[in-house]
């Protein structure tokens, strides 16, 4: 008889919803297969459309006991707080240490409310992970935009496309209410979507305006106190809600290894997608750092590195050659607006319209039915 190789993946993120989708074949190589995490899977593809009212909680998450169970796999209901590299242990915030031989990390991102002086202390403030906050935000501000006072003053720091399409979603929930938008956008760069085609990032900003936004370009906010936002060019905003969607970076725990890391980027993999100083310990997604291609904070990546996981950790149980990830180096994305409209953009190429969130509901729809059980 075969011995049992423990692989276990710490993490719902989306690879590991893939690999979880195709436990058997690690089962068919001999493995016990435990997924580990705190909670279900959000999925960013529809959040923003969630906070705007598009989509309810439900329709935005998933289960992965569910979908672990249903594929000869366990579920551990926990969070994971150190890896113990010289015995192989896992240690679990509520449960008993848990033994690897292999092990896959696809922890996901953070936001650090630490980079502006005041706001990690501070009541509402909504970094924009985890995503499950946003369902909350989106509670709170129902329930006051519902009443007679007068609509939440709200500020959303970052001018990337998740701080855009946080703000359109943001504008589309007041009107629903018939409320107008009390929402300030505030970017450290000079235009909104600075990695997007000059006209797009345009043609949002005229746009966002037109809807009663208030910009605050080149302006980083620096402080906050007593529902103040105070920003490096003197300006101050009061302001109930502020959410942070500045930046993505690697969860803390990457760094707590003893394993070659970048401390916003990540662990470090190679192409077979482990890290270079220990082959057992494989990550995926937004807490890996490709050294030598790194890629952008974005869950198009991990859904592609999925496969390859998957086919590495076979291999590994068969041992046989692993084989190489190359990231894409072009990718779709688009906004939703809020509006019934999207924003895709493509490389060099944008567009806009009803067809472009047509298309990007028919992939979410897409993605999502994969995985629900
Ligand atoms: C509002 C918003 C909209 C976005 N829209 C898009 C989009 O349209 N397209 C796109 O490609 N990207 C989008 N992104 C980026 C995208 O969210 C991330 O790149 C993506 O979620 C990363 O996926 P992942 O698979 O690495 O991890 P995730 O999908 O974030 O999953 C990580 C999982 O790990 C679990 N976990 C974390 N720590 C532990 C621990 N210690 N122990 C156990 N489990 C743990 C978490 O609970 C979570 O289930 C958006 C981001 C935001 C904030």
Redesign the pocket.
Known sequence: MTETTNVVL???????LHVAAHAQRLIEHGAHVTL??????????M??GM?GGDYEASQDRLD?ASLIEAHGGEFVA????GIDRHQRLVR?ADSPPLAYDLLSL????R?DPSSIFGLSSADNVWP????SG?WRLRQQLESALAGDAEAPSLAVIGGG??GV??TANLVALYARYGREPNIALVSASERLLPNAPRAAGAWIERRLERCGVRLELAASAVGHQAGELRLDDGMRLNVEHVVL?NG?IA?E?TGELGLCCDSRQGLAITAALHSPDDSRIFA?????WLRQAPY????????RQAPVLLDNLCAWLAGEALRDYRPQRR?L???NLGDGRGLALWDRWWWKGRLALKL?RRLDRRFMAQYGV
Do not use: M, Q
Request: glycine letters at 12%.
């Open positions: 710490v993490g719902a993120g989306h690879a590991h580990i995490s705190p909670g279900d899977f959000w999925y960013s593809g959040a923003t906070l992965p926990d969070r994971v707080i679990l696809n922890l996901g991102s936001v924009v992970k985890p995503l946003l496309p998740t399409e946080l969607a993505l969860p725990l995926v997604g937004d807490c890996a952008p904070k974005l869950g198009v990546f991990g859904v990718y994305s688009v906004l990007k």
